[in-house]
């Protein structure tokens, strides 16, 4: 059995769907014995470009349409597969959800056959509802756009909406919840 962490965040580039800077060493930071990491973000492409660096403006526009898109029955047609198939890749999956990524997972819609192998982490959540699956909730004592979203979450932390990749406490929390789920997983690789 694996543990697999998968982050799902807003594709702030179209053109690409690899993990920032600030995303790998984040990831690196939760590597221990047991867990894998997905070299990749939403959509899960590896045919896409190599990282660069949107402004974050573009950002924040790609972001905010890729938002009101999932909201659409095509999105679900069309990410549905690529999603379930990357969380089934793990026996047990833990997703950092940045932002609006909570909202693409709630809409692409995944089966309940995933409640007994997911966990999420949101982060700074922009959603319009928490997920069926189990999920902490996150939300930096800064980030007014996500407490627009969110008034009442699990845990407040010291973050804005662009820092929270940088923070120690939701490292902590991160790390905590891949103890957590590696004890449930007894037979972990």
């Keep these: 059995m694996t543990l697999g962490v998968v982050f799902l965040t807003g ?10 800077p600030l995303q790998q060493a984040f990831m690196q930071q939760l590597l221990v014995n047991g867990v894998q990491a997905m070299p990749l973000n939403f959509p899960y492409d ?12 573009n950002a924040s526009l790609a972001n905010g349409q890729l938002y ?17 198939t990357e969380l089934s890749r793990y026996s047990k999956t833990l997703v950092l959800a940045g932002s609006c990524g909570l909202e693409l997972l709630n809409n692409v819609q995944l089966d309940t056959s995933f409640s007994k192998r997911l966990h999420i982490l949101a982060y700074g959540p922009v959603a ?27 845990i407040r932390i010291d973050s804005g909406h662009m820092a929270y990749l940088e923070s120690k406490q939701l490292l902590a929390i991160a790390q905590s919840l891949i103890t957590q789920l590696l004890e449930a997983t007894p037979d972990a690789d």
């Excluded at 594709?11 to 920032?20: E, I, R």
Aim: charged share 20%; hydrophobic share 35%.
């Design 68 to 84: 009101l898109n999932s909201r659409r029955s095509e999105f679900k047609s069309q990410y549905h597969q690529a999603v379930a």
């Design 11 to 20: 594709q702030s580039d179209k053109h690409s769907c690899a993990l920032s």
């Design 46 to 57: 590896g045919t896409l470009l190599p990282y660069r660096q949107a402004n974050l403006f």
């Design 128 to 154: 319009r509802s928490r997920p069926v699956f189990n999920c902490t909730l996150v939300q930096g004592r800064q980030d007014w756009l996500s407490r627009w979203f969110f008034p009442t979450v699990d």
